[in-house]
């Protein structure tokens, strides 16, 4: 049996870009999916009529909340989703026809997994692979490797608190991840592009040698919250 997968669209004044996503759902080889989008207070007038177009779709429920930011838009997207897998999908990025069908071979293969996710690449402005750092551990405490449309559990996403609403500008990704590594880690990453990204169209943080100090203010956050957790969480008894 294919489990359901619920694709959450946080959108917020991107109705220009947001058919392209949905397309690429609709192209999908692996069919069991469901598609929330969760309007957040887009004040665009386009935006709204075409974020409308989809209410009416089957296989996609639309949400509409007060200007939140996408980590609180995600949450409430999550928590409606019925699926047992979730794929959070920014309003401008695509995905690759076989990347649910992907993802949940893997975890169909390996039922212990927390995370699948792939590599990427930039479309739009900017062309070429995104190269984010290798995942390994503990690589992963200095600096994300992971891009926010990977495929995780609902129960997962529940039992870390979902996505940490006081983080912003794309620190929310990382403490999320690292609350779920922090639960054991067991992550894959398939080395074919099956994710782009509107690169040109919003800012992509890239290292912590470019950032200003609101960044860096996050990252010792992150470190508070979890690096010395994880650490002895997995070098215990050294």
């Known amino acids: 049996m294919n489990p359901l997968v619920s694709i959450v669209i946080p959108c917020y004044n991107y109705g220009r870009y947001i ?3 949905v397309e690429s759902i609709l192209r999908q080889r692996y069919k069991n999916w469901e598609v929330i989008i969760v309007d957040d207070g887009s ?5 709204i009529s075409i974020i409308e177009e989809y209410k ?3 296989g996609f429920t639309v949400l509409s909340i007060t200007r939140s930011g996408p980590s609180t838009a995600r949450n409430i997207g999550i928590d409606t989703a019925q699926g ?5 999908l920014d309003s401008d990025d695509r995905i690759h026809e076989d990347y649910l069908l992907e993802a949940i071979s893997a975890y169909k293969k390996n039922p212990s ?5 792939c590599e990427a690449e930039f479309f739009g402005s900017i062309k070429g692979k995104w190269n984010l750092p290798e995942y390994r551990f503990p690589n ?6 992971i891009f926010v449309s990977a495929v995780f559990r609902k129960s997962d996403w529940k039992e870390v608190g979902g996505f940490n609403e006081n983080m912003k500008n794309e620190w929310e990704d990382y403490d999320f991840w ?3 590594i ?4 067991r992550f894959t990453e398939f080395p074919r592009f099956y994710f782009t990204i509107g690169l040109g169209i919003r800012p992509v943080r890239k290292d912590l040698s470019s950032i200003s100090f609101h960044y860096i203010c996050n990252y010792m956050k992150i470190i508070k919250n979890y690096i010395w957790r994880i650490f002895n969480f997995y070098f215990k008894g050294i």
């Open 113 to 117: 997994l927390r995370i699948v996710y």
């Open 84 to 88: 047992e897998f979730i794929l959070p």
């Open 43 to 47: 004040s665009d007038p386009f935006t």
């Open 140 to 145: 992963i405490l200095l600096d994300n490797c």
């Open 178 to 180: 690292l609350s779920l």
């Open 19 to 21: 058919h392209e996503t």
């Open 182 to 185: 922090e639960k054991g880690e």
């Open 56 to 58: 009416n779709k089957s």
